[in-house]
């Protein structure tokens, strides 16, 4: 038996520990996100670059010609190559992305043991200490996730065929997604904090979850809907002027955009990141995982 000892009060104490986590220190998570925007889109550019070059020869005859090709459904020289650099990309995206998630954890990691750090040694060193057993434990629980969704799937699509009302039971797949999914949430803030292979580090984040999945679920959404109010705020004059409801000068909504994506990401993602990472400590001593 697992016992539930998520409770209100428990909320409102991590609520206020975020907060105060935050204030200190929400500049250095933004600076890691920062990075993780910068080497994106230099990446970006660095690779039209090749394809413009390499591809295309440097002529906008060339390129012209591919989008022509492609827009009447020809016959593509240069689909090939084209194809293989956005690979080529994909792969550096998710590279990119994943050591920055990786560094962002680090750098709560780091605000809870209240050590000082260099943003820049976190993110282009530190992380590389954690990337392929995060790459690993996404496998492992992708498979954790997946395998029974897919099995009520499958048999839900045998037993329909013969009888149609039994259909309903595609929502058990469903559900097991949710279910299981969310039982591995916390799977990377886990390896960054015990710092322990893949495997232990998925029984390790699933046995947190046991027992309380419904009120963790709870406490991060309700956390999370708290602290984007002021981001609906500053998007209600878009929506509004989109759907006709008022009439907005575009500079006005270009201001408002502006901050509405600003507070996202120096306030919703820091405060989102660290109340996560305050959720599994709790967790973790309250259930005495160890590893």
Known sequence: MHKNILTYQDWK?????????????????????????????????????????????????ELESFVMQIQLGLTMPHLGGALFFGVL?????????????????????????KKSYSSFSLYFVSTWHFFWRSIAVFFQALWYVVWPALLAFVLTFVLAAVYQPLAFLYAVSFFLLIWRGWHIF???????????????????????????????????????????????LLSLPE??????????????LVVFSVLSSAYSFFVVTPLVLIFFYKLMLYLSKAKKITL
Request: glycine content about 8%; proline content about 1%; overall charge positive.
């Open 89 to 113: 990309f994909l792969i550096f995206v998710i590279v990119v992305s994943t050591i920055g998630k990786i560094a962002g954890w680090l750098a709560v990691k780091h605000i809870e043991k």
């Open 239 to 252: 929506t509004l002027s989109y759907e006709g409801f008022v009439s907005v000068g575009d500079g006005v």
């Open 186 to 232: 916390f799977i990377l803030p886990v390896l960054i904090h015990f710092d322990k292979d893949s495997s232990r580090t998925l029984v390790a984040a699933i046995d947190l979850i046991k027992g309380n999945w419904w009120r963790s679920l709870v406490f991060v959404l309700g956390f999370s809907v708290f602290v984007m109010i002021p981001q609906f």
């Open 13 to 61: 104490t991590l609520f206020k520990a975020s907060f105060a986590s935050f204030l200190q220190s929400w500049w250095r998570i933004a600076i890691i996100h920062v990075f993780t925007l910068l080497l994106l889109v230099i990446g970006a550019a660095l690779l039209a670059g090749l394809v413009w070059f390499i591809i295309f020869e440097g002529s906008i005859r």
